[in-house]
Structure formats: C-alpha cells, structure tokens
Nanobody
Framework: QVQLVESGGGLVQPGGSLRLSCAASRSIFSSNVMGWYRQAPGKQRELVATISQDGQRIFADSAKGRFSISRDNAKNTVYLQMNSLQPEDTAVYYC??????????WGQGTQVTVSS
C-alpha cells in the first residue's frame, strides 16, 4: 500500500499563486505516473496535470500556461505550481499515483479557494 499526503492548499486572491506538494509514503520502483486532479462543488473530478517518471507531462487546457508540474523521484514527491489563479480554479485538489504493477492511489485532497 501507498499513502499520499498532500499539502499547500489554502485561500488566495485572484491572480495569486500556490504550490501544492504530494509525498508518497514509500519509494515506487515500478513504472508510475504522478499527477493532480481537482473537483469543484457539483462537478466531476477532472485532470489538472500529470508527470511520468521520465518527466513527460500532460496538462488540461485550463492549466496550460499557468500551472507547472514537477517531481522529485528521490523524495517520492510531486509538485503543482499554480500561477494566475482565478475563482474558477477553486476546488479540492487530489494527488493521484498510478503504478503499473499495483494500480491507482489517491490522496485525501486539499482545498484551494480563490477569492477576493
């Protein structure tokens, strides 16, 4: 089993920035992809960005140009840098880990609220 612990959410004004972090509880030796999803009230959970072990990235259209994703494989940690945040970015952000050999793991979620 792998536990994912997220941090970095909070309240920010429109145009502001936040950095989310997600640490896995142990090293992952199998092929894997880490990423972030979000879920706003009344909406389905949606992709924000993902990054593979070798650094290949995928972004939702809403995140392109504003968000960046990175990972530190030595620390089993993935980061989401969010800039130019807007009220429509308000959601619970979930860390997701897909491991080739064992499947999908989710974090508990961290709230991001963009409001003046």
């Amino acid at each position: 089993q792998v536990q994912l612990v997220e941090s970095g959410g909070g309240l920010v004004q429109p145009g502001g920035s936040l950095r989310l972090s997600c640490a896995a509880s142990r090293s992952i030796f199998s092929s894997n992809v880490m990423g972030w999803y979000r879920q706003a009230p009344g909406k389905q959970r949606e992709l924000v960005a993902t990054i593979s072990q070798d650094g290949q990235r995928i972004f939702a259209d809403s995140a392109k140009g504003r968000f960046s994703i990175s990972r530190d494989n030595a620390k089993n940690t993935v980061y989401l840098q969010m800039n130019s945040l807007q009220p429509e970015d308000t959601a619970v952000y979930y860390c997701r880990l897909w491991v080739f050999s064992t499947g999908i793991y989710w974090g508990q979620g961290t709230q991001v609220t963009v409001s003046s």
